[in-house]
């Protein structure tokens, strides 16, 4: 299914104070589109025709093209139609906010750059002007991508740290010149004419023009006459008033783009809309906490996000490693010891099993988490009751996700990404566990309107200052037990290590009083 939009619509804003905010609205524009899509981004300096360029590929008048020349928060406006070719396919537009050319290492603008070109399967640069060396090497943002997007130097070879999966095709568009492209009296193709421009960068590294060379895994050249004899209010001018030369430089992008590949991330598979929304907020999230983007593990963080959000969760357990950073080191393997039988918890009768419920009446829609099990002072388990009443009104049925992990290790901020809301599920700021208890959170199931999402958030295991790991395991006994999908979550390598630390399904009689066969 596509989304058609009447006009674009705001998707990301960048404060002054560097935090990246995604629009809410147009986030669920993006959960209705199916797969292939196609996502073509245009960046460049400020007053050089973007927009312009992008209503004109659009056919029709949407994106503002504003004459002010003073600078504005940086932002990206997207914009959703049909592919002309291809119904089944989906154009998404992204008209980002011009940057000032003595300012282009300004850190507000690197954000909507690096955004620009990892949401995009074509990334188009646009620049007035003649097409030289000089005027590439003014693109500086590129430098400072390998240090904010990175993968593990072990997996993948050093000079290919970005591939073809991950970055879009470069695409430079030349406005505004009648461009002779000769060498030695050699008249040559745009695409020879640029290949020859980022030859003259490759004695430097570092500079902008060699690394376009190096990352994007191709280039093309597409050069724009004047859109207009006279040059004045031309973005108000019918396209039919526009220079018949422009816009049939317009049709030769247009055709390339509508024929591009669509969107991936790391593989052949194409992306849905909503796994772009994933996508979106994982990076503005790491943005804005200025934190290195490992796309590897946005990769494994995508395919859950997807995976859960898309209600795959058939078999009674299903389980699943999910991997994120944290800023304190995990404590170390937690050794076997025999354990006492935990107590007993308040019994709870069950009128119908939790699973198998069959009335569809409309769903229970918390507006915050509330403490389903209170882990008391003396360590001790106590049902609370108004959780209980909250299940007991809960007449749809559930899909349950729970999450065990080791403490501080952002399992919180995973439930609320779940939950799709910015806050919920108490986060701690220290090194101290800030979830007490198992938390729970029933929320409308984003793709199943007769379902109803149960998240269930627990106390972080292995906690130094508790020291108890009976109670972890009553804890983990209790999330297993109530889940239909666990999801073990860890920071760090995935080796055996890490599969070690989770001690607590090896611990046996010992650790729960009997045998739990799932």
């Known amino acids: 299914m596509s989304s058609v939009m009447d006009g674009p619509v705001w998707l990301v804003q960048v404060s002054t104070d560097g935090a990246v905010r995604v629009n809410p609205a147009a986030l669920g524009t993006l959960d209705a589109i199916s797969p292939p899509l196609q996502v073509i981004s245009i960046f460049g300096p400020r007053q050089t025709g973007k927009s312009h360029l992008l209503n004109c590929l659009a056919g029709r008048t949407g994106f503002t093209v504003s004459n002010d020349t003073s600078p504005k928060d ?11 070719l291809d119904k089944k396919q989906t154009l998404i537009l992204l008209d980002t906010e011009g940057f000032e050319e003595d300012w282009a290492v300004g850190e507000a603008c690197c954000p909507i750059f690096i955004l620009s070109v990892l949401l995009s399967s074509v990334f188009l640069y646009n620049t007035q002007g003649p097409i030289t060396c000089e005027v590439l090497n003014k693109l ?3 430098v400072a991508l390998p240090n904010q ?4 130097s072990s997996d993948w070879p050093s000079e290919s740290f970005l591939l073809s999966g991950v970055l879009p095709a470069f695409m430079w568009c030349v406005r505004d010149v009648a461009l002779e492209m000769e060498i030695d009296g050699i008249e040559l193709l745009p695409n020879d004419y640029l290949a020859s421009i980022l030859n003259e960068g490759r004695d430097d590294d570092e500079s902008p023009t060699s690394m376009i060379q190096r990352l994007f895994p191709s280039q093309k050249l597409f050069n724009f006459c004047l859109t207009h004899g006279s040059g004045k209010d ?27 590949e669509p969107k991936t991330f790391m593989d052949a598979a194409y992306i849905s809309g909503k796994e772009l929304r994933v996508m979106l907020e994982h990076f503005a999230d790491n943005l804005t ?6 796309l590897n593990k946005e990769k494994e963080e995508i395919e859950l996000m997807a995976q859960l959000s898309i209600g795959e969760m058939e078999s009674p357990m299903d389980w699943d490693c999910f991997h994120t950073e944290a800023v304190v080191e995990s404590p170390s393997s937690i050794p076997h010891q025999s354990l ?4 007993r918890v308040q019994d709870q009768p069950r009128k119908q099993p939790l699973l198998v ?5 409309g769903p229970v829609e918390m507006p915050a988490p509330v403490c389903l099990i209170e882990n008391t002072k003396g360590n001790e388990l106590k049902v609370n ?21 080791l403490y501080r290790t952002g399992k919180s901020y995973l439930m609320n990404k779940l939950a799709a809301k910015q806050t919920g599920f108490s986060l701690g700021a220290t090194i101290q566990s800030h979830t007490k208890g198992i938390w729970m959170w029933c929320v409308p199931h984003p793709c199943r309107d007769n379902c109803t999402l149960v998240l269930l958030d627990t106390e972080g295991l292995g906690d130094v200052e508790k020291g108890d790991q009976k109670n972890d395991s009553w804890i983990f006994a209790l999330a297993v037990l109530l889940s239909s999908t666990l999801v073990y979550n860890s920071m760090g390598t995935i080796n055996n290590q890490a599969v070690e630390s989770l001690q607590y399904p090896f611990t046996g009689q010992g650790a729960w009083g009997c045998r739990v066969m799932v």
């Open 74 to 84: 940086p932002g990206i406006k997207m914009w959703c139609l049909p592919n002309p």
């Open 140 to 142: 500086l943002h590129v």
């Open 149 to 152: 997007v990175q993968l593990p």
């Open 234 to 260: 031309i973005e108000k001018l019918p396209h039919r008033q526009l220079s018949s030369c422009f816009m049939d430089q317009v049709e030769v992008l247009k055709t390339d783009l509508l024929r591009s």
């Open 289 to 294: 906490r200025n934190s290195v983007i490992w």
């Open 340 to 343: 006492d039988p935990p107590p």
């Open 357 to 361: 419920r069959t009335s569809l009446k």
């Open 385 to 405: 009751q108004e959780a209980v009443d909250i299940l007991n009104a809960t007449e749809q049925p559930v899909v349950v996700v729970a999450i065990v992990g």
